[in-house]
């Protein structure tokens, strides 16, 4: 009878091309590094090591900002609509307001995981905060 090696031995690593490549995996919940497991363990809460890569995702430091990035696309989104229509409606002011809040809520919610895994790619791509520097030219 064999014993299987209780760590997993590595397997090979697509390593992005690009920044934009890095984030476009961040953004889908992805780890950055190789682009195969999932990026997350709960909705906002990274996973400590990716399974395929063994990237140790630990010194990631995302705090506010994904709230920053997040807030600023939905007002970009939100506010023309809300403008529009208290300018060319005769919509009430309770009225407008649960159409914001309709409009404002899910897109923040929405937006707040993509942002976060982007912004983690940005600091893995720039070796930010302790991760090693790791492009495909390095």
Not at 1 to 16: C, K, Q, Y
Not at 19 to 28: D, H, K, M, T, Y
Not at 104 to 114: A, D, I, Y
Not at 115 to 127: M, R
């Amino acid at each position: 009878m064999t014993v299987m090696p209780s760590i997993p031995l590595p397997l090979p690593i697509d390593r992005p091309a690009t920044l934009w490549q890095a984030i476009r995996r961040g953004i889908a919940g992805n780890c950055p590094r190789c682009g195969h497991h999932t990026l997350f363990r709960k909705w906002l809460k990274p996973v400590e090591r990716c399974q395929h890569c063994f990237l140790d995702l630990t010194p990631q430091r995302a705090d506010d900002f994904p709230a920053y990035v997040a807030i600023l696309l939905t007002g970009h989104f939100v506010i023309p609509i809300i403008a529009t229509l208290s300018l060319h409606s005769d919509l009430s002011v309770p009225v407008l307001l649960a159409i914001g809040l309709a409009l404002t809520v899910p897109s923040m919610l929405g937006l707040l995981q993509p942002s976060k895994g982007a912004i983690i790619a940005v600091q893995w791509w720039n070796g930010m905060h302790g991760f090693l520097r790791e492009r495909p030219t390095d």
